[in-house]
T-cell receptor, first 113, second 115 residues
Framework: AQSVTQLGSHVSVSEGALVLLRCNYS??????LFWYVQYPNQGLQLLLK??????LVKGINGFEAEFKKSETSFHLTKPSAHMSDAAEYFC???????????FGAGTRLFVKA | NAGVMQNPRHLVRRRGQEARLRCSPM?????VYWYRQLPEEGLKFMVY????????ESGMPKERFSAEFPKEGPSILRIQQVVRGDSAAYFC?????????????FGSGTQLSVL
């Protein structure tokens, strides 16, 4: 069964610093991987998704993620944090041929001025 | 072009009462998913429905919980005889084709509080 593990429930960075949110997946078949963002009192919004077309995926708001099969990782990065990036971020996985998206526990990002 | 609409946003129930949560998917979407979110636990899959069919209910508690997505009208998540442990945010999501590489569109959730 597929699953994702997000390392670090809370991450704090300074404005302008690199953002790195970690995600490792476990899947018996090639997966589809997603990053979603949740702002307070809102539903989740898609940041980016990996569907095997390219290992480096660019998303909205300057975020990107790299699929590394050898490390079973799909870490999310952004070169320079902005105050508006403060939110909770969820990594998610769907098995090829599956129809159920499984979410990680989430990482809350804090951005300090 | 309205997104996924959930109501109510907040629902307060006393122990033993019934809770009915509604979800209208995006226009044209016929695939609905329900998730439950507890603090520090992320989203837990509950059930996946297509119009008039339950496709996967592997995340639904065996008792007191049920879901439907009728031919007409919104999807309903029903919790009978609520207990304090049912307090959580319940999110509905929809997709157009129900494919594995397709993104989900989420509603703003219903926060259920059981007194």
């Amino acid at each position: 069964a597929q699953s994702v593990t997000q390392l670090g429930s809370h991450v704090s960075v300074s404005e302008g610093a690199l953002v790195l949110l970690r995600c490792n997946y476990s899947s018996s078949v090639p997966p589809y991987l997603f990053w979603y963002v949740q702002y307070p009192n809102q539903g989740l919004q898609l940041l980016l998704k990996y569907t095997s077309a390219a290992t480096l995926v660019k998303g909205i708001n300057g975020f990107e993620a790299e699929f590394k099969k050898s490390e079973t990782s799909f870490h999310l990065t952004k070169p320079s944090a902005h105050m508006s990036d403060a939110a909770e971020y969820f990594c998610a996985v769907t098995d090829t041929g599956g129809f159920k998206t499984i979410f990680g526990a989430g990482t809350r990002l804090f951005v300090k001025a | 072009n309205a997104g996924v609409m959930q109501n109510p946003r907040h629902l307060v129930r006393r122990r033993g009462q019934e809770a009915r949560l509604r979800c209208s998917p995006m226009k044209g979407h016929s695939h609905v998913y329900w998730y439950r979110q507890l603090p520090e636990e992320g989203l837990k899959f509950m059930v996946y429905l297509q119009k008039e069919n339950i496709i996967d209910e592997s995340g639904m508690p065996k008792e007191r919980f049920s879901a439907e997505f009728p031919k007409e009208g919104p999807s309903i998540l029903r919790i009978q005889q609520v207990v304090r442990g049912d307090s959580a945010a319940y999110f509905c999501a929809s997709s157009l084709l129900g494919q594995d590489n397709e993104k989900l569109f989420f509603g703003s959730g219903t926060q259920l509080s059981v007194l």
